[in-house]
């Protein structure tokens, strides 16, 4: 495992913790990785972010990491702000990949409130992610 996958990893767990705390600091596409892809739809199913993605490539593994781009907003409903990064591992084949990725939501909860409104660096609409308290 690299370096580089690890601080992935590692942010990744951060921004997946119990709670996500007002003090995390922004993270840029340039920090981690940022491959070029494109975010053809996105949208809420139960506790999943569920990302249509499309990317070329096709003969090695392609890493999708979804990262908080700045702490929850005070307003209410919260609206929590995320980039998708990709990674593809330096893949350069030419086939154009479509596929679907699914990130979980129950760390972006919030305690005091059953809706948080999800809102996607690069996606006009936001999104409501509904949950039972």
Partial sequence: MTART???LFIVGIC???SVPESVQSVSN???FGD????LDASVEGDALVLLVQYS??????DFALLTSGAPTKSLPRQVLLSVNHNSH???ARAMITEERKF???PYRD???SVVHIRIQGVENVLVYRYAQ
Avoid: Q, T, W, Y
């Fill in 36 to 39: 070029p892809f494109e975010l």
């Fill in 30 to 32: 340039a920090d981690v």
């Fill in 90 to 92: 330096g893949d350069r």
């Fill in 57 to 62: 490539g096709g003969s090695k593994a392609h």
């Fill in 16 to 18: 997946f913790g119990c």
């Fill in 104 to 106: 979980d939501l129950m």
């Fill in 111 to 113: 305690p005091r409130n």
């Fill in 6 to 8: 690890i601080l992935c």
